[in-house]
């Protein structure tokens, strides 16, 4: 009797999402414990990386339940439900975050967050169409749905917005950091290009280019992003405590 050879490479590319997840929610942490210091656009960053926890704790469970057997197409619908779901979440908050770091206006930030909400119904709705996924092609390593081509368009309408406000702020924050003292740095510009990185990989990862072995390795640069946002938050933390001693000195 032949026996199936187990999928060690689907459980490889497992530990390497349940890294991400495990990764993002240690940084989310990090930002709650700051939670009452925290301004409302950075508010919306830590939501933005709650959102992205939960979306590669769900990408674990697909690949822990194909291993054991549960690779139905029903079960891979639902799943694939919660990723998307949880990815348009992270848009609606990236909105947010744009809107604040941007106009500095709550009401505006609302306005433009209204439209990674109708992006996130118009893409779950094609998703809920007939034809709106299919299973995708199961490798040695992956087992990873692929959504319709309307669902994809879009994602990556919504994803290229986001991707060119991003940018926009970062020229905005650079044109405003010229005449600024000395030793300061525009450390939103940062957390917007941590932002960029990560909305990239995203597009990538979301358009199946990759998939085998590949995939996997291409996964871990997204610990990457979070340990560059981890890094530019306590160095901004340092340097506005040395500021304040400073300051208490003379």
């Known amino acids: 009797m032949e026996t199936t050879p187990f999928p060690l490479g689907i459980l490889i590319n497992a530990f390497v999402t349940s890294v991400v997840s495990a990764t993002a929610f240690a940084f989310v942490l990090f930002l709650t414990r700051r939670w009452r210091q925290l301004s409302p656009a950075m508010r919306s960053y830590a939501v933005f990386w709650l959102a992205t926890s939960v979306l590669w704790a769900a990408v674990t469970i697909r690949y822990l339940l194909v291993i054991f057997g549960y690779a139905g197409q029903q079960f891979h619908f639902v799943n694939e439900f919660m990723v998307e779901t949880a990815v348009f979440s992270s848009g609606v908050a990236l909105y947010f975050y744009l809107g604040m770091q941007l106009f500095n206006s709550i009401r505006k930030a609302l306005a433009l967050t209204s439209l990674g909400l109708l992006a996130m119904v118009a893409g779950l709705w094609q998703f809920l169409l007939p034809g709106g996924f299919h299973p995708g092609i199961v490798t040695a390593f992956t087992a990873d749905p692929v959504p319709s081509i309307r669902f994809l368009a879009i994602f990556g309408s919504s994803a290229s917005l ?47 280019i990759l998939i085998d072995w590949p995939l996997v390795i291409f996964r871990i640069l997204y610990t990457a992003v979070f340990l560059f946002a981890y890094l530019v938050l306590t160095t901004e933390e340092e340097q506005r405590q040395n500021y304040l001693q400073q300051k208490t000195v003379s």
Do not use: C, E, N
Not at 172 to 198: C, D, E, M
């Open 162 to 208: 986001a991707m060119l406000l991003l940018i926009r702020h970062i020229f905005i924050t650079l044109k405003a950091w010229r005449g600024q003292p000395i030793g300061t740095f525009p450390y939103a510009l940062l957390y917007s290009l941590s932002l960029i990185i990560y909305v990239t990989l995203g597009v990538i990862d979301q358009m199946k």
